[in-house]
């Protein structure tokens, strides 16, 4: 056997594992829940609650269903929560982050196709016509050593969109808690400014009956008819404020046409009997958030990236394949061969490459200790805001609103002896009546707290 057989048999033996690396690279595929499992799992642990990725009508038709059914009673906030997760496009949105991440990841897993080449060239000559003709299929080889890492790559991105789009249901569902608090709290408002516009009212008629007969001066009237004009514009503001909230909550839920005619409670939740003691809050939130985590991984990705760089500096094109020559006349006969493509580093070295990969993952390391340092921030102010806002909304609940019903209690039992007149007994309800709208508001702020600091655990608020 001849060195030149020796070499097309190796040539041919390349070839042919090329082809079989080429085929088997060619088998990537999709996975069959796009990675959404692992989002759906989110939801349940930390949310109790269920999402569906809409792609078909089928699913749009079990969403419509299951939303009509939980608006169709006055809604609590866990339902709120299940029908933004459900119903939100937005949050649909995210979901196809999750099919273009792992395109990539399935694209990172398959080499490029094979290039053919031909060239084919003739003139007149003595026996006939000559030609040269070469032909030839090439396979970029250097793929094959660079489709490991970059799949590893890949899959890290992947896993980090993964976390990015559970983060984003997260964020959803705490702002559609907030909303729902809000809108809750903003409907109480109205009915107490209703009351408070209704005691001016009485009180304004009053003064000026008694004034018209001479029993009350002008500046006693002026003031009841200033007080009833402060509570009817009071009353138009939180009016305002409360379509404001119920829209905001109607955007967060997806809702439009019939279903935005939902019904909310008369009013907030109780405060519970105490706040939850966390203990640990900062531990907690640095083995739990998920922006903490996207980023760990994104740096992970970087610098595989930089060792993926730093190996394809020098040569980042290498093709390889059969080819094939005809010379002469056309019944000549093929020469045969292969073909290989290389880049030469005559004038780039891949030093720019590798110091941008560098850099890259030099910020990603520095934002990642930054995020690290925020979220510790994060978490121990929305704590101590949480403990802050339960300590008000109790002592609005134990001391200010009892004070203020037993006074007026008390001047209800004067009013009745006679001991003091109408207007004071008026002013007094003008007064009990704004303590409780403060002590709604008080309840709110707690609800809404609580909601920050369940996300500053799981995530950026």
Same mark, same amino acid.
Not at 73 to 92: C, T, Y
Not at 135 to 147: D, E, G, H, P, R
Not at 213 to 235: I, M, P, S, W
Not at 355 to 384: D, G, H
């Given at each position: 056997?001849?060195?030149?057989?020796?070499?097309?048999?190796?040539?041919?033996?390349?070839?042919?594992?090329?082809?079989?690396?080429?085929?088997?690279?060619?088998?990537?595929?999709?996975?069959?829940?796009?990675?959404?499992?692992?989002?759906?799992?989110?939801?349940?642990?930390?949310?109790?609650?269920?999402?569906?990725?809409?792609?078909?009508?089928?699913?749009?038709?079990?969403?419509?269903?299951?939303?009509?059914?939980?608006?169709?009673?006055?809604?609590?906030?866990?339902?709120?929560?299940?029908?933004?997760?459900?119903?939100?496009?937005?949050?649909?949105?995210?979901?196809?982050?999750?099919?273009?991440?792992?395109?990539?990841?399935?694209?990172?897993?398959?080499?490029?196709?094979?290039?053919?080449?031909?060239?084919?060239?003739?003139?007149?000559?003595?026996?006939?016509?000559?030609?040269?003709?070469?032909?030839?299929?090439?396979?970029?080889?250097f793929s094959l050593v660079t489709m490991?890492?970059?799949?590893?790559?890949?899959?890290?991105?992947?896993?980090?969109?993964?976390?990015?789009?559970?983060?984003?249901?997260?964020?959803?569902?705490?702002?559609?808690?907030?909303?729902?608090?809000?809108?809750?709290?903003?409907?109480?408002?109205?009915?107490?400014?209703?009351?408070?516009?209704?005691?001016?009212?009485?009180?304004?008629?009053?003064?000026?009956?008694?004034?018209?007969?001479?029993?009350?001066?002008?500046?006693?009237?002026?003031?009841?008819?200033?007080?009833?004009?402060?509570?009817?514009?009071?009353?138009?503001?939180?009016?305002?404020?409360?379509?404001?909230?119920?829209?905001?909550?109607?955007?967060?839920?997806?809702?439009?046409g019939q279903q935005t005619q939902f019904?909310?409670?008369?009013?907030?939740?109780?405060?519970?009997?105490?706040?939850?003691?966390?203990?640990?809050?900062?531990?907690?939130?640095?083995?739990?958030?998920?922006?903490?985590?996207?980023?760990?991984?994104?740096?992970?990705?970087?610098?595989?990236?930089?060792?993926?760089?730093?190996?394809?500096?020098?040569?980042?094109?290498?093709?390889?394949?059969?080819?094939?020559?005809?010379?002469?006349?056309?019944?000549?006969?093929?020469?045969?061969?292969?073909?290989?493509?290389?880049?030469?580093?005559?004038?780039?070295?891949?030093?720019?490459?590798?110091?941008?990969?560098?850099?890259?993952?030099?910020?990603?390391?520095?934002?990642?200790?930054?995020?690290? &340092?925020?979220?510790?921030?994060?978490?121990?102010?929305? @704590?101590?805001?949480?403990?802050?806002? @339960?300590?008000?909304?109790?002592?609005?609940?134990?001391?200010?609103?009892?004070?203020?019903?037993?006074?007026?209690?008390e001047n209800q039992l004067r009013y009745?002896?006679?001991?003091?007149?109408?207007?004071?007994?008026?002013?007094?309800?003008? &007064?009990?009546?704004?303590?409780?709208?403060?002590?709604?508001?008080?309840?709110?702020?707690?609800?809404?707290?609580?909601?920050?600091?369940?996300?500053?655990?799981?995530?950026?608020?």
């Amino acid at each position: 056997m001849n060195s030149m057989d020796t070499t097309q048999r190796r040539v041919t033996g390349v070839a042919v594992s090329g082809l079989v690396i080429f085929l088997l690279a060619g088998c990537a595929s999709f996975s069959q829940d796009g990675g959404f499992g692992n989002v759906a799992n989110t939801a349940h642990k930390r949310l109790g609650k269920d999402v569906t990725w809409v792609k078909s009508e089928a699913d749009q038709e079990t969403i419509t269903k299951r939303v009509t059914e939980l608006l169709g009673n006055p809604l609590s906030v866990d339902d709120a929560v299940q029908v933004a997760l459900l119903n939100n496009r937005g949050l649909q949105a995210a979901f196809a982050e999750l099919a273009i991440s792992e395109s990539d990841l399935v694209q990172a897993g398959r080499l490029p196709n094979p290039s053919f080449s031909m060239l084919r060239a003739s003139k007149p000559g003595l026996d006939g016509r000559d030609y040269k003709i070469e032909q030839a299929i090439t396979l970029n080889l250097f793929s094959l050593v660079t489709m490991p890492k970059a799949s590893a790559i890949e899959r890290r991105r992947f896993e980090q969109t993964q976390r990015m789009v559970s983060l984003e249901m997260l964020r959803l569902a705490s702002e559609a808690r907030k909303a729902y608090y809000t809108a809750v709290a903003a409907d109480q408002s109205v009915h107490y400014a209703k009351q408070v516009r209704q005691a001016a009212e009485a009180s304004a008629e009053l003064a000026r009956r008694m004034t018209k007969v001479g029993n009350f001066n002008k500046l006693h009237q002026a003031r009841e008819q200033d007080f009833y004009a402060d509570a009817a514009l009071g009353l138009a503001r939180a009016e305002k404020i409360a379509v404001a909230s119920r829209e905001r909550l109607t955007r967060l839920l997806g809702l439009w046409g019939q279903q935005t005619q939902f019904t909310l409670p008369e009013r907030l939740p109780d405060l519970p009997q105490a706040p939850n003691e966390l203990p640990n809050v900062e531990k907690m939130a640095m083995a739990q958030r998920l922006d903490v985590q996207a980023a760990r991984l994104q740096t992970e990705a970087l610098a595989k990236n930089l060792g993926l760089t730093k190996a394809t500096r020098f040569i980042n094109v290498l093709e390889f394949g059969p080819a094939r020559v005809l010379e002469g006349t056309a019944d000549s006969g093929y020469k045969k061969g292969y073909e290989v493509s290389l880049q030469l580093p005559l004038f780039d070295w891949g030093t720019a490459k590798v110091a941008k990969a560098e850099a890259l993952y030099m910020q990603s390391v520095n934002v990642v200790a930054q995020m690290a &340092i925020n979220a510790r921030s994060e978490v121990r102010e929305a @704590y101590q805001g949480y403990h802050s806002s @339960y300590d008000i909304a109790r002592h609005y609940r134990n001391e200010i609103v009892p004070i203020k019903k037993r006074i007026s209690e008390e001047n209800q039992l004067r009013y009745n002896g006679m001991l003091i007149g109408v207007f004071e007994l008026l002013a007094d309800a003008r &007064i009990q009546i704004t303590s409780v709208n403060s002590a709604i508001e008080a309840l709110r702020d707690f609800w809404i707290a609580q909601a920050d600091l369940e996300m500053a655990l799981i995530g950026k608020i």
